[in-house]
């Protein structure tokens, strides 16, 4: 039987996929074929005009270069689009979605010698439709990594909530990974929550320090969630976002806190604020990016100066704090196109997780 691990967490945007992104590209070391699996997606995308997981696509198109020769159907055999679960409540048929899920598994685990299972949120996401991720994972009968993020009692905790669901369902922990710490609270953090869950009989398999690139979104994304409308600069749309600044201050106030790698939301109707940003560009450092807030746009003059220094910028008829509400509250997924964060990601894993102790425990 192939190797088998089903990836959970403690919530949403603990780092599920970022994890299993990263053990498929180092377990490539050990392994010649690596299968991948999420059973239950729910966030998907059309694709060849298949309703997939996002996470899914990620890992089909970046996984080539490792191996992944799943078909993309399989690796999302269940896409919770809209109205799926009140359709199930109305009439529910649990008996069709194990099938979905078991015959796309028997096909994904052909021929491999590792499968990398991703579930959705916490042990308990899916049971409103008889297929909570413990369920899955005994379906599957795999044994489970909880993935957790930083701190030291509330991981903790709910750690042991999760295991306790996976325990009712049989299925046994192997292990968790600890992620996003930050870096000026690591060695404490890393000490204390291993002692922690030594207490509690549960091995920790890994602590990964948080990486702020990673939660940079690109001008890219941020059109793709919303609604906003792109007015010049194409071309430069992979620009990331380090930092935002709302330009609803004086001039001499907003350069304060203008760094490399900006996003400026301001309403078109500031000049001062657009003409500051401008003369911050002529220096070293740059803009990502520029949103136009209130309907307000600019003369198209600007506009050009803009575009000539690759500046993209949107447009949003929404007041200025709903944009900035609006891209702050973004989640920001990794991209097949995202080539320096998935180097940081293989290497996190590389460095902060013990891969002997990963194979030993699954």
Excluded: W
């Amino acid at each position: 039987m192939s190797k088998r691990v089903f990836i959970a967490a403690t919530k949403q945007n603990d780092g599920k996929t970022t994890v299993a992104l990263g053990l498929i590209f180092n377990l490539q070391k050990r392994f010649k074929n690596i299968g991948f699996i999420k059973p239950i997606g729910q966030r998907y995308l059309e694709e060849d005009g298949l309703k997939v997981d996002e996470d899914s696509l990620l890992i089909e198109k970046v996984g080539k270069a490792c191996g992944i020769k799943c078909g993309l159907k399989d690796m999302s055999p269940v896409a919770v689009e809209k109205g799926f679960t009140e359709k199930y409540l109305l009439k529910p048929d649990k008996g069709e979605i194990t099938r979905h899920i078991k015959e796309s598994f028997r096909r994904i685990k052909k021929n491999q010698e590792m499968v990398i299972i991703e579930g959705t949120g916490h042990a308990g996401v899916g049971s409103v439709f008889d297929h909570s991720n413990a369920y899955v994972a005994k379906l599957l009968h795999s044994k489970v990594v909880i993935i957790s993020s930083g701190g030291i009692g509330r991981p903790i905790d709910e750690i042991l909530l999760n295991r306790a669901l996976f325990e009712k369902e049989g299925v046994k922990l192997a292990g968790v990974i600890i992620n996003k710490v930050l870096p000026e609270k690591f060695d404490k953090i890393n000490k204390l929550v291993r002692e922690g869950l030594k207490r509690k009989g549960i091995e920790v398999l890994g602590v990964i320090p948080y990486h702020p690139e990673l939660s940079y979104p690109t001008i890219r994304q941020i059109l793709e969630e919303t609604d906003f409308k792109l007015l010049c600069a194409e071309n430069a749309l992979e620009n990331r976002v380090a930092k935002i600044v709302v330009g609803a201050m004086q001039p001499k106030d907003a350069v304060k806190y203008f760094v490399d790698q900006f996003l400026l939301i301001t309403p078109g109707d500031r000049l001062d604020i657009l003409n500051s940003a401008l003369e911050f560009q002529d220096k070293d450092s740059r803009i990502s990016g520029i949103i136009l807030t209130g309907g307000f746009s600019v003369e198209k003059e600007l506009l050009d100066t803009f575009a000539s220094r690759n500046i993209p910028v949107l447009f949003s008829k929404s007041d200025t704090y709903t944009v900035a509400s609006l891209v702050h509250d973004l989640t920001v997924k990794i991209q097949p196109q995202d080539k320096e964060k998935i180097d940081i990601i293989v290497k996190l894993i590389a460095d902060y997780v013990d891969i002997d102790k990963f194979l030993k425990a699954i």
